[in-house]
């Protein structure tokens, strides 16, 4: 039996998925995949950190493999973009717990739509970052072009994507596509304490803000309100915020429950 490609580890209440090889294979992207709809499941889970291991956090799609079907002339291997990678950004994206990325190595292509999945992004010091595509004749996909304009806005995306040149992680933190950098050895522990601190907060709000979100850049102001009304409304009545409250008032620390 094949080692996996992606590993699952779960404490208190934080799941972690790891990436073990550097390219994203067909097999990698199923298993990926799966571990994503398992914890969509999975009540317990009140975070996700997303990482990858050795010296690259994700470089996009595995091109010795790629390269293996492009010769064979029955094939249409850029099917994959909308049979693997659609499916798996979009589970991704419906996670309704707050994901963390901690990318710890390189990061390009198809990797980097994958660490701009996430909501919060720990970077390894130097940790190279490119959006590679179009250096090997192909657009965007992994709704990178879709990424990047809201984190750094139209002109730069263009710029990003059009002259696919490595900036390092430093250069992603001033532009806002990472949130913090830190030294390679901090990555893991720095991201599984953020990750930790998600996990111990109010799950139930954390969903609703997730939810404003990811329509918030494109929807009409009137129907922000209204959603932001209609969550607000719903968690007012939720025992996460009637013992906050009165925790906040007695002066006494605040314990979430998820309800």
């Not at 659609?86 to 996670?95: I, S």
């Not at 953020?194 to 129907?223: H, M, N, Q, S």
């Not at 922000?224 to 939720?238: K, N």
């Amino acid at each position: 039996m094949s080692e996996p490609t992606v590993t699952r580890t779960d404490a208190d209440g934080v799941a972690t998925l790891t990436l073990q090889r550097p390219a994203l294979s067909h097999a990698m992207r199923a298993e990926l995949l799966a571990h994503v709809r398992e914890l969509a499941a999975d009540d317990a889970v009140r975070a996700v950190l997303l990482t990858g291991s050795g010296r690259a956090f994700c470089v996009g799609q595995d091109l010795g493999e790629h390269a293996a079907e492009l010769a064979e002339p029955a094939t249409t291997p850029l099917s994959v973009v909308a049979d693997e990678y659609n499916p798996l950004v979009l589970a991704l994206a419906a996670l309704r717990v707050p994901v963390v990325v901690g990318v710890n190595g390189a990061c390009a292509g198809a990797g980097m739509g994958l660490a701009l999945a996430g909501d919060l992004r720990i970077a390894a010091a130097g940790a190279k970052f490119t959006t590679a595509f179009a250096g090997i004749g192909l657009g965007s996909d992994s709704a990178l072009a879709s990424r990047l304009v809201h984190c750094v806005g139209g002109s730069r995306a263009a710029q990003l994507l059009l002259l696919p040149e490595p900036f390092p992680a430093e250069a992603a933190a001033m532009w806002g596509l990472v949130h913090e950098v830190v030294e390679p050895d901090q990555v893991l522990p720095r991201a599984q304490a953020l990750a930790a601190r998600l996990a111990a907060g109010p799950t139930l709000a954390f969903r609703a803000i997730k939810e404003v979100l990811a329509t918030a850049a494109t929807d009409p102001l009137a129907t922000t309100l209204a959603l932001e009304a209609r969550l607000q409304t719903q968690l007012g009545q939720t025992a996460d915020h009637r013992a906050a409250v009165e925790a906040f008032l007695a002066k006494q620390p605040i314990t979430f429950t998820g309800r």
